[in-house]
């Protein structure tokens, strides 16, 4: 996807991935080898961690739909390619942490979603 038109946001506001059985499967392998590669890239941009998250909860069964969300995090990622964390050495030890939760509104099981962000 080198040649995809960047844009300003990942995912549909809200999106909502399912795992109905009614759903076209796709390659198992290819959708976890993308994801895996994301999750490590989320390292590093946290601005994606969220839709990272969501998409890693199919892999064992990833549908049509999973992997259409999934392809929407890469020209996101085209579009900031200034935007992530770099680390670097230094004197200061100082660590910041701050968490948010999504109480009971994943549609599937009614689990809870939270992310955190930590600063070093």
């Given at each position: 996807?080198?040649?995809?038109k960047p844009v300003d946001t990942s995912v549909?506001?809200?999106?909502?991935?399912?795992?109905?059985?009614?759903?076209?499967?796709?390659?198992?392998?290819?959708?976890?080898?993308?994801?895996?590669?994301?999750?490590?890239?989320?390292?590093?941009?946290?601005?994606?961690?969220?839709?990272v998250g969501v998409v890693s909860q199919f892999?064992?069964?990833?549908?049509?739909?999973?992997?259409?969300?999934?392809?929407?995090?890469?020209?996101?990622?085209?579009?900031?390619?200034?935007?992530?964390?770099?680390?670097?050495?230094?004197?200061?030890?100082?660590?910041?942490?701050?968490?948010?939760?999504?109480?009971?509104?994943?549609?599937?099981?009614?689990?809870?979603?939270?992310?955190?962000?930590?600063?070093?």
């Amino acid at each position: 996807m080198t040649g995809c038109k960047p844009v300003d946001t990942s995912v549909e506001y809200n999106a909502k991935l399912s795992d109905k059985n009614d759903r076209v499967p796709v390659n198992k392998e290819r959708y976890q080898r993308l994801v895996g590669k994301l999750i490590y890239l989320s390292h590093t941009r946290p601005n994606i961690s969220c839709e990272v998250g969501v998409v890693s909860q199919f892999m064992q069964a990833p549908c049509e739909d999973h992997t259409t969300t999934t392809k929407c995090i890469l020209p996101y990622l085209k579009g900031t390619l200034g935007k992530g964390l770099m680390f670097k050495k230094t004197d200061k030890r100082f660590v910041e942490a701050y968490t948010d939760s999504d109480w009971a509104s994943f549609v599937i099981d009614k689990k809870s979603t939270s992310g955190y962000y930590t600063f070093v």
